[in-house]
């Protein structure tokens, strides 16, 4: 190398321009490790709230496989979905998502065999047989990449235009619910002056229902209004910090009791145009639930990425109904659709967000330990009561709201 370019090479100190990129580089990877040890989330059980993301995803990307992970200095934990029998650990450099954490943006592999950096990669060649992968890092500002939300194919895949927006979408949803670790006493209870009281509904129903914050305020709510056959009901989760989710359930709140009697699919539709714009800019969202009981037992529903709705069926099933879009605020100009079934006599509805699942293991199966307190008997009022009895009992990191409703036997 000539003097010139030497001296190009280094920094006005006499170090080499590549040993200071080495030192940065060094440093940020340091930040980037703390950072995931701030969550706390590595070797921690299964959530819904993470394994909610990847069942969306795998539905909406048709793929089998959809991953949160978290990736320390060593290793990559896989926090959603665990699957029992096989580690939620493996080797950082055995994963695609190692290589996904090195860069901003989407990274994305319609054919991992014609891919020189994962070609020769034992997931490719072995019988796990991976070919399509589309890895969107999840970061905690500065540029700290702690993760990634992934999801896999057997076969090779493209994304369209307006996949890839759905999957940045689906990331920051992630990334969300990453960032109400770091400050878990968000949440508010200043909507709570406005619970509803009493009995909205006609003498076919007993109805009631609960919201206990996690801390001095909480962002889940609960609200009902009778109408002219029936009652119409919304059980909402708000993410968001501190007061402002407060501020953000209420703005939800009022927007819904704004809507009485409309569609409750055009319902959740109008009300996310309206405070889809509130919550991005705070960087929030919603899962809910909105619906409709009429007297002859029909319920209809929509469900924002909620998912946590159970009916008791009178022979002892338990039926979960399924969730019919995305949260709102993820989406500008997101449409949910309405959905029917039907409460017999003597069933019962319940549905009930994250902070109830913490009261049993935190996942799905939850919803037994929910439905086994219904079929203990004594009616709305007594189930709500066992729940509240429950949390008193136990440490928990997360608002706690509950509607239980029976049709007369």
């Given at each position: ?8 090479g280094?920094d006005?100190?006499?170090s080499?321009?590549?040993s ?15 950072a995931?040890e ?20 795998r ?5 089998p496989i ?6 320390n ?9 665990q ?9 950082r450099?055995e ?6 954490i090195?860069?901003p943006g ?14 020769w990669?034992d997931?490719v060649t ?14 905690l ?26 999957f ?15 400050d ?5 209870d200043?909507?709570r002056g406005f619970l509803?009281?009493?009995?909205p ?11 206990l ?7 889940d709510f ?5 109408t002219?056959d ?11 910090k501190?007061t ?6 209420t703005d ?5 009791l ?11 539709t109008?009300?996310n145009?309206?405070v ?10 919603a ?6 009981v009429?007297?002859?037992?029909r319920l209809d529903y ?11 069926r009178?022979?002892g099933?338990v ?29 019962t509805?319940?549905?009930c ?6 009261l ?6 939850s ?11 004594g ?16 440490q ?10 029976t049709?007369?036997?």
């Amino acid at each position: 190398m000539s003097d010139a370019g030497a001296a190009q090479g280094r920094d006005a100190d006499g170090s080499d321009d590549e040993s200071v990129d080495a030192q940065d580089a060094e440093r940020l990877e340091e930040r980037r490790v703390a950072a995931v040890e701030r969550l706390q989330l590595v070797d921690t059980p299964a959530e819904e709230r993470f394994d909610r993301i990847t069942r969306v995803a795998r539905e909406l990307f048709n793929v089998p496989i959809a991953e949160i992970n978290l990736i320390n200095d060593q290793d990559q934990f896989t926090k959603s979905p665990q699957y029992g029998g096989s580690g939620a650990k493996r080797h950082r450099t055995e994963s695609f998502c190692d290589i996904t954490i090195q860069r901003p943006g989407l990274l994305v592999v319609p054919d991992a065999t014609k891919d020189d950096r994962f070609s020769w990669r034992d997931v490719v060649t072995s019988d796990q047989h991976i070919r399509f992968y589309a890895g969107r890092p999840l970061s905690l500002g500065e540029d700290l990449r702690v993760g990634t939300l992934c999801i896999v194919d057997t076969e090779p895949h493209e994304l369209d235009e307006e996949e890839l927006r759905l999957f940045e979408e689906m990331g920051l949803w992630a990334e969300r619910e990453l960032l109400a670790d770091i400050d878990i006493d968000r949440a508010a209870d200043v909507q709570r002056g406005f619970l509803p009281g009493g009995q909205p509904c006609p003498p076919e129903y007993a109805v009631a229902g609960v919201s206990l914050p996690h801390g001095g305020v909480g962002g889940d709510f609960h609200t009902w209004t009778a109408t002219d056959d029936g009652f119409e009901f919304t059980v909402a989760d708000v993410m968001g910090k501190g007061t402002a989710g407060a501020i953000l359930a209420t703005d939800v709140r009022a927007a819904f009791l704004a809507r009485v009697g409309g569609d409750v699919g055009r319902t959740v539709t109008e009300v996310n145009a309206q405070v889809a714009q509130d919550l991005a800019t705070t960087g929030s969202f919603a899962t809910l639930v909105h619906a409709r009981v009429d007297r002859a037992g029909r319920l209809d529903y929509a469900d924002a990425g909620h998912g946590l709705t159970i009916i008791v069926r009178t022979d002892g099933g338990v039926e979960r109904l399924d969730s019919t879009g995305l949260p709102i605020g993820i989406l500008d100009d997101g449409v949910w659709t309405t959905l029917q079934t039907e409460i017999a006599p003597g069933e019962t509805l319940v549905v009930c967000t994250d902070g109830v699942l913490d009261l049993f293991d935190g996942t799905l199966d939850s919803l037994d330990g929910v439905a086994r307190l219904v079929t203990a008997g004594g009616g709305p009022a007594a189930i709500v009561e066992r729940l509240v009895a429950l949390s008193d009992t136990q440490q928990r990191s997360d608002d706690l709201t509950a509607v239980v409703i029976t049709r007369a036997g």
